[in-house]
């Protein structure tokens, strides 16, 4: 009775950690209702979201005593380092819930495995407990790493995104007339969010600096590691100040990244489709398991 418990109770605490780090999607009347409503018109800073970012929670009260070893260790890398910066997230708060999550990950599993041992009053030894504290351990050190480049990479997509929209609006502004100038500052103007956010600063930037525009788009490119932004300013930089060619350069750029989006949203499609056919066929091979289990188990009895 004390195993069927323990192991309820362990179900349900693995249950709990897949729901807090895969939520629940919303539903589809909530989703509809969301794109239904207007959204605010208000100017997205590109540090939005970086006080609550840097704040953090437990994790990151918890693990400040980490911080100076982690730090001394050489941590974050350089690569890291502009993950966390595109995505609003301070050093500090970095290693603070990486000492933290590497802290749980090592004194967690003997405490479990020791009083389990205690209520079933069975002998673990010390190999169990060890190797899976270790185990544990590197798998929580890496925790934090995967995190922050999931969300910089979510970033990065939406950037491509908002350049090949903002593109699309600099072209047609252009069809109607506008100069090179007054066509950029339109559709960055046009859009909204973080990501709009940023390619309207850097318009902005290059305007009060005196600066070329693309050239700022291309350090925003190299800031952020999205490379279409600087292989648009070297296409524009081929092209010319004239606006005919600045036109077909801009149109003929805007309509490979459309192709490119709808290419990644097609093979992101395939893999949610490969996903989905993965239960069934669990469902099906665990029915085959039961079917023939107890033919099999008949047979070997009378054997």
């Known amino acids: 009775m004390i195993g069927i418990v323990l192991g309820a109770l362990f179900g349900a605490g693995v249950l709990a950690a897949v729901l807090g780090l895969r939520p629940p999607r919303p539903s589809l009347a909530t989703t509809l209702a969301a794109l239904q409503r207007p959204s605010p018109r208000h100017t997205a800073s590109p540090t939005d979201g970086l006080e609550q970012q840097s704040a953090g929670g437990w994790a990151a009260r918890w693990g400040r005593v980490g911080v100076p070893l982690l730090r001394a260790a050489g941590l974050p890398t350089a690569a890291l380092r502009a993950d966390l910066e595109l995505v609003g997230m301070s050093v500090e708060r970095y290693l603070a819930e990486k000492a933290a999550a590497t802290a749980v990950g090592l004194i967690a599993p003997p405490v479990v495995i020791a009083l389990v041992g205690a209520v079933l009053h069975a002998g673990v030894g010390w190999w169990l407990p060890v190797w899976s504290a270790l185990f544990s351990a590197v798998v929580m050190f890496r925790a934090p790493d995967l995190g922050v480049r999931s969300q910089a990479a979510a970033r990065r997509s939406e950037l491509r995104h908002a350049l090949a929209v903002f593109l699309d609006l600099v072209v047609i502004a252009l069809a109607g007339g506008a100069g090179v100038q007054q066509a950029l500052t339109d ?57 005919a060619k600045v036109r077909q350069s801009l149109a003929t750029k805007a309509a490979a990244m459309r192709a490119r989006r709808l290419a990644e949203a097609d093979g992101a499609a395939q893999a949610a489709t490969e996903r989905m056919s993965l239960p069934v066929v669990l469902m099906f091979a665990a029915f085959l398991v039961f079917i023939g289990y107890p033919a099999m188990m008949r047979v070997l009895v009378s054997t």
């Open 187 to 243: 559709a960055a103007g046009a859009g909204h969010g973080w990501a709009a956010a940023r390619i309207r600063r850097a318009v902005a930037t290059a305007s009060l600096a005196r600066t070329g525009v693309w050239d700022e788009l291309a350090a925003l490119g190299q800031a952020t590691g999205v490379s279409e932004f600087s292989e648009l300013a070297a296409t524009v930089g081929l092209a010319g100040a004239e606006g």
